[in-house]
């Protein structure tokens, strides 16, 4: 079957554009994460769907960050005004449920500011 | 504040010998532990997990020790092989007002020279 698919793979935008991320989960799957994955860091959290509600956005770092999911599958997590410390892998996982200890995680989308 | 530490950046062994990374955490909430490897441009796979009121977990060439007291986990792979060389990120996992909210290490490349 399918797994977690992640668009662009790769996004250069110049600082100040706007970027969208998308994400495309695995069918069913409740559960759906962003993390950021910083050079030489390990993925930190950003924020978690359950279905189409948002229910923990606590680790997006400034309101430029924004992340949707309206119909409880393909997620997008928008980055206004990017700026260079934006630059980072953006990975996306999901899992069955919330309580499902193994995430399956997309293959993520590079993004550099410049 | 880190919650979890990998404070080995990186690990060379010869094939055949066992590989043994370790981890550190601070927080007594976590119920879970986990340890995902990742291969470059790819995102982390799940690879063992461990409950926090076990010691010990056995999975083919792979065991997760837990030490509680310590708050200590380490991850023993034997034989080690060359298809082993990837990051491992250990993570562990908390409740979090109705789902598992994961928090990673920072990595250890291990090396695994033929």
């Known amino acids: 079957g399918a797994g977690v698919s992640q668009s662009p793979r790769y996004k250069v935008a110049k600082r100040g554009q706007d970027v969208a991320l998308r994400c495309d989960p695995i069918?069913?799957?409740?559960?759906l994460f962003w993390y950021q994955q910083a050079l030489g860091q390990g993925p930190e959290f950003l924020t978690y769907?359950?279905?189409?509600?948002?229910?923990?956005k606590s680790g997006l770092p400034s309101d430029r960050f924004f992340a949707e999911r309206p119909e409880g599958s393909v997620s997008t997590l928008k980055i206004q005004r990017t700026q260079q410390e934006d630059s980072a892998v953006y990975l996306c996982?999901?899992?069955?449920?919330?309580?499902?200890?193994?995430?399956?995680f997309g293959p993520g989308t590079r993004l550099t500011v410049t | 504040d880190q919650q979890v530490k990998q404070n080995s950046p990186s690990l060379s062994v010869q094939e055949g010998r066992i590989s043994i990374l370790n981890c550190d955490y601070t927080?007594?909430?976590?119920?879970?532990f986990l340890w995902y490897k990742k291969y470059p441009a790819e995102g982390p796979t799940f690879l063992i997990s461990?409950?926090?009121?076990?010691d010990k977990n056995e999975d083919g060439r792979f065991t997760v020790f837990l030490n509680k007291s310590a708050k200590h986990l380490s991850l023993h792979i034997v034989p080690s092989q060359p298809g082993d060389s990837a990051v491992y990120f250990c993570?562990?996992?908390?409740?979090?007002?109705?789902?598992?909210?994961?928090?990673f290490g920072t990595g250890t490349k291990l090396q695994v020279i033929p």
């Open positions: 996982a999901s899992s069955l449920t919330g309580y499902s200890y193994e995430q399956y």
């Open positions: 069918s069913g799957h409740v559960s």
């Open positions: 769907f359950q279905n189409e509600a948002q229910l923990d």
């Open positions: 927080n007594s909430m976590f119920d879970y």
């Open positions: 461990i409950s926090s009121i076990k």
């Open positions: 993570a562990a996992r908390m409740n979090s007002g109705g789902y598992q909210k994961v928090t």
